[in-house]
């Protein structure tokens, strides 16, 4: 069934754009709220969001939804997205909403839900959402004393920290550690600095001022370039950029060198091995997984198993395998021994804990492999499928051909955002930015 509304990560598109309106949000909210009100005790869902002006209007129209529909309604503020997961199962709520685009401009925002387990919900139930989003909401609202309050919850982020600072063993400290951590202006903005600071780390903090307007501009994950000359300006040990919704995170080394999820997701897997607490024997990455993460995970006797692009993609073949450990290139890790979605700040901290505990500077603790030359581009498309069109097939077939059996490549249409996504891969680096650029430049023509 074609989806109208929801995405690879919940429903998301530019605000007040069909994609999501204000309507949209209050349909939205009445269907999950139709569907989530089970029993006879009093429902309640929890709303977190990051700090786009827009979030302002999609939350008060989402609490007119679910409250129509009888359920109590708890509002967190900005709070990653990780929180209002890990809150949902705490507070025993029914159903929790984050407001995010996540990585995307201000312009953009979304809504994912999670249901009581803490977890994104399932295809099947997003497809019920929608039905009922376009047909059958006038019946099951809440009458007289049934219709659901709502009230602002004042001690969200300080749950949050708590649970942050325990994800990594007790006796860890980060003292002596002066770490650079980003925020993107977004959702962490608070939280992150705290963490970091109580564990005894000395913090400089960037994109901690949101105006609303400026969430992951030039800042955080997708542009680490400003964390990483921050590095190098305060000679700091580390640096951590998150995204505006702080499920994702890229790091640097002192020289201010990137760290990628693959790289972290290796340390990971590393540590927890020789602890003996990985599970599953190895760990879950994407199609997008760089071949270098493979060969050392194959050195360590390790596997890696690939799923299709998604953090909940990779859950689902995380639970299906048994691993505790998973992730994108991207910098969505998933510790599933520790919180049911993609924790930047969690992640991070265990890549922390290993450089507190080795005494060993992160240029040296957290390049574990060379990767294999990759390339990605992104190519922005307004309207049709250009990947249906006969000469973007026939560039591709091309590609693979000069590639051989060494390289390979992904062509994609991107969940979450108007673009298809070129990557390929191979030994040699000339010949891959080559083909992906022959590739692009075939989408842009029958895009255009």
């Given at each position: 069934m074609t989806r109208k509304y929801f995405g690879t990560d919940g429903i998301r598109g530019r605000t007040n754009s069909s994609a999501l309106t204000p309507e949209v949000a209050l349909k939205a909210g009445m269907a999950a709220g139709r569907i989530f009100t089970r029993g006879e005790h009093?429902?309640?869902?929890?709303?977190?969001?990051?700090?786009?002006?827009?979030?302002?209007?999609?939350?008060?129209?989402?609490?007119?939804?679910?409250?129509?529909?009888?359920?109590?309604?708890?509002?967190f503020g900005p709070l990653p997205t990780p929180a209002v997961?890990?809150?949902?199962?705490?507070?025993?709520?029914?159903?929790?909403?984050?407001?995010?685009?996540?990585?995307?401009?201000?312009?953009?925002?979304?809504?994912?839900?999670?249901?009581?387990?803490?977890?994104?919900?399932?295809?099947?139930?997003?497809?019920?959402?929608?039905?009922?989003?376009?047909?059958?909401?006038?019946?099951?609202?809440?009458?007289?004393?049934?219709?659901?309050?709502?009230?602002?919850?004042?001690?969200?982020?300080a749950r949050y920290i708590e649970f942050a600072k325990r994800s990594i063993p007790r006796n860890v400290r980060l003292d002596g550690l002066r770490i650079v951590?980003?925020?993107?202006?977004?959702?962490?903005?608070?939280v992150a600095p705290e963490v970091l600071w109580e564990l005894g780390a000395d913090i400089v903090a960037i994109g901690t001022a949101p105006d609303g307007l400026n969430v992951n501009l030039d800042c955080g994950s997708t542009a680490p370039q400003a964390m990483c000359a921050k590095v190098r300006e305060v000679r700091a040990d580390f640096g951590i950029a998150l995204d505006g919704d702080a499920d994702r995170v890229v790091m640097a080394d002192e020289k201010g060198n990137i760290i990628d999820g693959d790289q972290i997701l290796a340390l990971i897997a590393k540590s927890w091995s020789a602890s003996g607490k990985l599970k599953g024997g190895g760990l879950?990455?994407?199609?997008?997984?760089?071949?270098?993460?493979d060969h050392y995970l194959q050195s360590l006797n390790l596997k890696l198993a690939r799923s299709a692009?998604?953090?909940?993609?990779?859950?689902?073949?995380?639970?299906?395998?048994?691993?505790?450990?998973?992730?994108?290139?991207?910098?969505?890790?998933?510790?599933?021994?520790?919180?049911t979605t993609g924790d930047g700040l969690v992640a991070a901290l265990q890549v922390l804990a290993v450089l507190a505990e080795g005494r060993k500077p992160a240029s040296e603790a957290a390049h574990l492999f060379n990767p294999l030359p990759q390339v990605l581009e992104n190519v922005r498309f307004k309207k049709g499928m250009p990947l249906e069109d006969?000469?973007?097939?026939?560039?591709?077939?091309?590609?693979?051909?000069?590639?051989?059996?060494?390289?390979?490549?992904?062509?994609?249409?991107s969940g979450t955002e108007p673009l298809i996504r070129v990557m390929a891969e191979g030994v040699d680096e000339k010949l891959v930015r080559a083909?992906?650029?022959d590739i692009a430049q075939a989408i842009e023509e029958a895009a255009a």
């Open positions: 009093r429902h309640r869902v929890v709303i977190g969001k990051d700090t786009r002006l827009s979030g302002y209007m999609i939350e008060s129209a989402l609490v007119s939804g679910f409250t129509a529909t009888g359920m109590d309604v708890f509002l997961a890990m809150l949902t199962r705490s507070l025993r709520a029914d159903l929790g909403v984050m407001i995010t685009a996540s990585h995307n401009p201000f312009s953009d925002n979304g809504i994912k839900f999670f249901g009581p387990d803490g977890q994104k919900l399932s295809d099947a139930v997003e497809l019920e959402i929608e039905k009922l989003m376009d047909g059958g909401l006038g019946e099951g609202l809440a009458q007289g004393a049934g219709i659901g309050r709502a009230k602002r919850i004042d001690d969200a982020q951590i980003d925020c993107a202006n977004g959702a962490a903005y608070k879950v990455g994407t199609v997008m997984s760089n071949a270098g993460l692009v998604g953090d909940r993609y990779v859950l689902e073949e995380m639970v299906k395998g048994g691993f505790n450990v998973g992730g994108e290139q991207s910098g969505h890790i998933i510790l599933s021994d520790v919180s006969a000469k973007v097939k026939s560039s591709i077939a091309a590609a693979n051909e000069k590639l051989g059996a060494a390289g390979r490549i992904l062509v994609r249409k083909v992906v650029r």
